[in-house]
């Protein structure tokens, strides 16, 4: 009797270890992934983000490159906020490496989605129209990924050169559909928003978008002045949605003020 016992807690307990077994995994863009993890995929491009990619005599690649990083908690069937990644165009870097090395654990942390769309190398010009095209590509393939994903709310973070290309990009991304719910700018010193705002139209509603200007009082590359500077351009242009903050630092991007910013955010989306 008792290895018939035995036999029979056995044989439960295979179909239970099979069932975990044959659970689907998470893809994106057909690469499976863990909640968790950091996923790259190649993602095509479409005819109009081909157009952009191609602004300033750019050789056009046969797709992009796609970088998502999620919490572990994350599941697709529920509403994520999205932080969308502008790289520094200094030391050859692109919107991958700084989704890694600048935002990562704190946007984690903070229960956000990352996403970063580049090219397969480095543009040789590169454009906000570079910049546009291998952004759209990674985010249609994050709404042909998770079904209700197109009504995720989004917000651009860029440090440095990346600031200026995240006030280029945001209201193009607008224009296109996207629900833009905030910019963070860090170490920017000159408005790239209120001329891309100009260009984009993406209409009077997007002036409600909230930005947050990150300031180290020790840069001397965007300076606390010119930085101050920068939110009142923006301030004029219509935005009334601002706020600064400044830490102890250089020109650099600060985890706490991340923090602060995606925090703010999320209490607006609400």
Same mark, same amino acid.
């Given at each position: 009797?008792?290895?018939? $016992?035995?036999?029979?807690?056995?044989?439960? *307990?295979?179909?239970?270890?099979?069932?975990?077994?044959?659970?689907?995994?998470?893809?994106?863009?057909? *690469?499976?992934?863990?909640?968790?993890?950091? *996923?790259?995929?190649?993602?095509?491009?479409?005819?109009?983000?081909?157009?952009?990619?191609?602004?300033? $005599?750019?050789?056009?690649?046969?797709?992009?490159?796609? *970088?998502?990083?999620?919490?572990?908690?994350?599941?697709? &069937?529920?509403?994520?906020?999205?932080?969308?990644?502008?790289?520094?165009?200094?030391?050859?870097?692109?919107?991958?490496?700084?989704?890694?090395?600048?935002? @990562?654990?704190? $946007?984690?942390?903070?229960?956000?989605?990352?996403?970063?769309?580049?090219?397969?190398?480095?543009?040789?010009?590169?454009?906000?129209?570079? @910049?546009?095209? #291998?952004?759209?590509?990674?985010?249609?393939?994050?709404?042909?990924?998770?079904?209700?994903?197109?009504?995720?709310? #989004?917000?651009?973070?860029?440090?440095?050169?990346?600031?200026?290309?995240?006030?280029?990009?945001?209201?193009?991304?607008? &224009?296109?559909?996207? &629900?833009?719910?905030?910019?963070?700018?860090?170490?920017?010193?000159?408005?790239?928003?209120?001329?891309?705002?100009?260009?984009?139209?993406?209409?009077?509603?997007?002036? #409600?978008?909230?930005?947050?200007?990150?300031?180290? &009082?020790?840069?001397?590359?965007?300076?606390?002045?010119?930085?101050?500077?920068?939110?009142?351009?923006?301030?004029?242009?219509?935005?009334?949605?601002?706020?600064?903050?400044?830490?102890?630092?250089?020109?650099?991007?600060?985890?706490?003020?991340?923090?602060?910013?995606? @925090?703010?955010?999320?209490?607006?989306?609400?």
């Amino acid at each position: 009797l008792l290895l018939v $016992g035995q036999l029979v807690v056995t044989l439960n *307990v295979i179909p239970t270890f099979t069932a975990k077994a044959a659970e689907p995994s998470l893809k994106f863009a057909s *690469v499976a992934f863990a909640p968790g993890s950091t *996923v790259r995929a190649n993602v095509p491009l479409s005819a109009q983000e081909k157009s952009y990619a191609g602004q300033g $005599g750019n050789p056009v690649p046969p797709s992009a490159v796609a *970088v998502l990083a999620t919490p572990p908690n994350f599941d697709p &069937r529920k509403s994520w906020p999205v932080l969308i990644i502008c790289s520094t165009s200094d030391f050859k870097r692109q919107n991958r490496d700084d989704l890694v090395q600048f935002y @990562r654990s704190v $946007g984690l942390a903070e229960g956000w989605v990352l996403l970063a769309g580049d090219g397969p190398q480095r543009a040789r010009n590169d454009t906000a129209g570079w @910049r546009l095209g #291998m952004t759209l590509a990674a985010i249609d393939a994050l709404h042909h990924s998770f079904a209700g994903s197109e009504k995720w709310p #989004m917000a651009c973070a860029g440090f440095s050169g990346g600031a200026k290309g995240a006030g280029s990009v945001a209201p193009a991304l607008a &224009r296109s559909g996207c &629900r833009i719910t905030g910019l963070y700018l860090t170490g920017v010193n000159q408005d790239y928003l209120s001329p891309g705002y100009a260009r984009a139209q993406p209409g009077a509603d997007f002036l #409600m978008t909230p930005v947050y200007v990150s300031a180290g &009082r020790d840069d001397r590359i965007a300076t606390v002045e010119q930085q101050y500077d920068v939110a009142g351009s923006i301030k004029r242009t219509g935005f009334s949605r601002i706020r600064i903050g400044t830490f102890h630092g250089g020109h650099e991007v600060n985890d706490a003020q991340t923090s602060t910013a995606l @925090r703010w955010f999320r209490e607006l989306q609400k």
